[in-house]
């Protein structure tokens, strides 16, 4: 992933202050984003690693966005996604599967392919 250092700038008005979940189960992805985010401003919640522990921890946490892995230690993260749909938080699917592997129903979330830069991730979450 490309370091977001050199354009903070133009994402502090989309991150600064939202509160973002990070589930991913490869750390040196979950942990460059998570660091990256928080360094321009974004409150990170996670990451977390399985869908079991992404499900406690949206049931106390309010969120802005969310970055998701489509699978999780062979879980796939979709009844995750519907759930943060059902609340109105922005999603991010952040994978190495492709689009036309996504069922329908969940097409119009934005797919960023791995790998991806973080500045990517964030304009695909809040435009």
Same mark, same amino acid.
């Given at each position: 992933? !490309?370091?977001?250092?050199? *354009?903070?700038?133009?994402?502090?008005?989309?991150?600064? !202050?939202? !509160?973002? +979940?990070?589930? @991913?189960? $490869?750390?040196?992805?979950?942990? @460059?984003?998570?660091? @990256?985010?928080? #360094?321009? /401003?974004?409150?990170?919640? /996670?990451?977390?690693? #399985?869908?079991?522990?992404?499900?406690?921890?949206? @049931?106390?946490?309010?969120?802005?966005?969310?970055?998701?892995?489509? %699978?999780? !230690? /062979? $879980?796939?993260?979709?009844?995750?996604?519907? %759930? +943060?749909?059902?609340? /109105?938080?922005? =999603?991010?699917?952040? *994978?190495?599967? $492709?689009?036309?592997?996504?069922?329908? *129903?969940?097409?119009? =979330?934005?797919?960023? $392919? %791995?790998?991806?830069?973080?500045?990517? =991730?964030?304009?695909? +979450?809040?435009?």
């Amino acid at each position: 992933m !490309r370091q977001l250092y050199g *354009t903070a700038s133009s994402l502090m008005p989309s991150l600064q !202050r939202k !509160r973002i +979940l990070i589930v @991913e189960d $490869e750390f040196f992805v979950a942990d @460059e984003v998570a660091q @990256e985010f928080a #360094s321009i /401003g974004a409150e990170v919640i /996670g990451p977390v690693s #399985s869908l079991s522990e992404a499900f406690r921890i949206i @049931e106390g946490a309010p969120l802005d966005g969310a970055v998701l892995d489509i %699978k999780l !230690r /062979g $879980e796939v993260v979709f009844p995750l996604a519907e %759930k +943060l749909r059902e609340r /109105g938080v922005s =999603i991010v699917f952040l *994978t190495g599967y $492709e689009r036309w592997s996504i069922p329908q *129903t969940y097409q119009s =979330i934005p797919l960023c $392919e %791995k790998p991806a830069d973080s500045e990517q =991730i964030a304009k695909a +979450l809040f435009g």
